[in-house]
Nanobody, 116 residues
Framework: QVQLVESGGGLVQPGGSLRLSCPAS????????MGWYRQVSGNQRNMVATITSGATANYADSVKGRFTISRDNAKNVYLQMNSLKPEDTAVYYC???????????WGQGTQVTVSS
């Protein structure tokens, strides 16, 4: 089992920045890829950014050049979000893939609202 708890969401004005954090706990030794997804109410959950155990990052086209994903050896994953736009408003979910159980784990989500 892996537990994920996101933090760092909130209300920010357009053009502002936020940094999301997600520490993993439990059976973290088998975590491979980590990442962030987001979901607007009523819509599907979409990939924002992922990062492999070798630190190769992948981004959705809509956030390239504005968001940066990172991770550390303690199995924490971060998302630095700059130049935020109203269309970035969503619930952001932390995600990891656990190779021992071959299943994903999700956090409970954190709300990000971009509005003036």
């Amino acid at each position: 089992q892996v537990q994920l708890v996101e933090s760092g969401g909130g209300l920010v004005q357009p053009g502002g920045s936020l940094r999301l954090s997600c520490p993993a706990s439990g059976s973290t030794f088998s975590i491979s890829n980590m990442g962030w997804y987001r979901q607007v109410s009523g819509n599907q959950r979409n990939m924002v950014a992922t990062i492999t155990s070798g630190a190769t990052a992948n981004y959705a086209d809509s956030v390239k050049g504005r968001f940066t994903i990172s991770r550390d050896n303690a199995k924490n994953v971060y998302l630095q979000m700059n130049s935020l736009k109203p269309e970035d408003t969503a619930v952001y979910y932390c995600w990891v893939f656990h190779t021992a159980t071959r299943r994903p784990y999700w956090g409970q989500g954190t709300q990000v609202t971009v509005s003036s």
